[in-house]
């Protein structure tokens, strides 16, 4: 029953985020035309500047994720609304605080005055996007797929009708412009849908128990954030915004590979809380944090390729001054795949509370990544060397925190055993993008795409098949696609709770 409903939240939730992907995408295409090659590296940069800013909320809302489904899995409905209360209104203090914090730095952080004014447009929109994730955060932990995945198909619209107006006319700071007015009304919107209603609550105790758990994994994210933007920061700093610029078709292709893993994250994991909260036993999760990684190995080969034939003509025919790019993202996004079945690894090290123990791993894998990209710069491989670098990086990130994830949950000889299905998977797709991507060559970049497309998804049939006999997924789905089909006909359409 459970699968029957995961499967279910997860059609829903993938139909919105495919919407969004495409959307995205098309998004992400124009801007950068809009930008051009400079003005793409500075939007990278303000970007990091983001992500960074997103952690003065010292992770508490990444400790609501996992404490408001574990309260609901052991019948504490009022504590799981104070949690949320109490995160509300932490997060009102801390935004406006980061906010302040980020608009004094854009007077001395950056003496060009593109960035210095894309500081403070950043400066706002990371206040507006603390608000906007926690309402999804919410969404998340009481598993109200639906809910969630009308927000994010409004947010990624209106990122369209108002970020990409504000790019056209005025190029980097429009953009960002932009997006601070589509994440302000995403949060109204969406807080209006889920009749969401906030109490201020400054229980500090219970403030004090969050940031227990949030600090710990905030120094995980930023040491995963460090270790996925390393390349980006050294690119800039050793070899200049115009070759970032070029950097970032493969970006661009890597946020549309991760989609798959966070897919399954997003409606897996407060399933996986609940489950938990209720027994407190790892081994009542392993069975689906196993089939969870399972359904990403065999699958992600199968986005990574499509993504990589489809970025091509893309990029030959919208964005030509960044067809420099492309040799750059095949290398990353392969590369990419090693972080993509990782996804569930972390999930469960922190259901379990062992989130503290990946703080030295991750510090180790950054100072790696640092290391093999400086190394291969001053070598002479420019962008080329920081993608391959930052690829093995991926691959020993996951050699790392996967071994020490299952452990929990494994003995050693099933450890390795799956490790050897993982590698056997990969080298397939790996030799088979490549050959395609050699040999399968026409006039016009577009019959090209689609003729290495389907040929790539012909011999990923075989995988399907062994997906089909060992888990049923695809009869699940086409009875969660029937079952709905018939309720909708009967006027009683189905909502993920």
């Known amino acids: 029953m459970q699968k029957h409903i995961i499967v279910r939240d997860t059609l829903i939730y993938s139909g919105a985020s495919y919407i969004v992907i495409i959307v995205g995408f098309f998004v992400s295409v124009f801007s950068k035309r809009f930008f051009g090659v400079s003005g793409a590296g500075y939007w990278a940069l303000l970007t990091v500047v983001t992500t960074y800013g997103m952690y003065i909320g010292l992770g508490v809302q990444n400790a609501l994720i996992r404490e408001v489904p574990q309260s609901i899995g052991a019948k504490k409905m009022e504590k799981a609304k104070e949690i949320e209360n109490v995160t509300y209104s932490f997060l009102l203090i801390a935004g406006l605080t980061g906010t302040v914090v980020i608009w004094l730095l854009s007077f001395f952080l950056f003496t060009d005055p593109v960035l210095k004014t894309g500081m403070k447009i950043i400066a706002v929109l990371v206040f507006v996007t603390h608000l906007y994730n926690l309402i999804l955060n919410i969404l998340r932990a009481r598993k109200q797929i639906s ?20 790019a056209y006319f005025l190029n980097v700071n429009g953009f960002a412009a932009g997006v601070v007015i589509s994440t302000a009304l995403s949060f109204f919107f969406a807080k209006r849908w889920a009749d969401i209603r906030f109490s201020l609550s400054f229980d500090w105790d219970q403030i004090w128990h969050l940031i227990k758990i949030g600090v710990a994994m905030l120094l995980v994210s930023i040491l995963s954030r460090t270790f996925l933007n390393v390349d980006k920061i050294m690119i800039g700093k050793m070899l200049g915004i115009e070759q ?26 407060p399933h996986i809380q609940e489950k938990y909260g209720a027994t407190k036993d790892v081994l009542d999760i392993k069975n689906v944090v196993m089939k969870s990684t399972y359904f990403i190995s065999r699958l992600a080969p199968i986005l990574i390729g499509t993504i990589i034939f489809i970025t091509q003509p893309v990029v030959f025919i919208v964005l030509p001054e960044f067809k420099d790019g492309l040799g750059i993202m095949k290398i990353l996004v392969i590369g990419y795949y090693f972080i993509a079945i990782n996804q569930m690894s972390s999930t469960l090290i922190y259901t ?27 070598k002479g491989l420019g962008i080329t060397g920081v993608a391959l670098g930052t690829s093995i990086s991926y691959f020993l990130f996951f050699l790392v925190v996967f071994t020490f994830a299952s452990r929990h949950i494994l003995e050693w000889y099933k450890i390795v055993r799956l490790y050897f299905e993982i590698m056997i998977f990969y080298f397939y797709f790996l030799v088979n993008i490549l050959w395609i991507d050699a040999i399968v060559n026409f006039p016009g970049a577009i019959l090209t795409s689609f003729s290495k497309i389907s040929c790539f998804l012909l011999v990923s049939i075989p995988v399907l098949i062994s997906v089909q006999r060992r888990e049923r997924i695809f009869s699940i789905i086409y009875e969660a696609f029937k079952s709905k089909s018939f309720s909708s006909r009967a006027g009683d359409g189905v909502v993920a709770k």
């Open 352 to 378: 379990i509370d062992k989130q503290r123990s990946l703080i030295p791993l991750y510090g180790i894998m950054v100072v790696v990544c640092i290391g093999l990209n400086y190394l291969f710069i001053i």
């Open 147 to 166: 809910i969630l995945s009308r927000v994010v198909v409004l947010n990624i619209l209106l990122v369209a009708m108002f970020a990409l107006p504000g």
């Open 244 to 269: 970032l610029g070029f950097y970032t078709i493969g970006i661009m292709a890597i946020q549309q590979v991760s989609t798959l893993p966070r897919f399954f994250n997003i409606v897996i994991f």
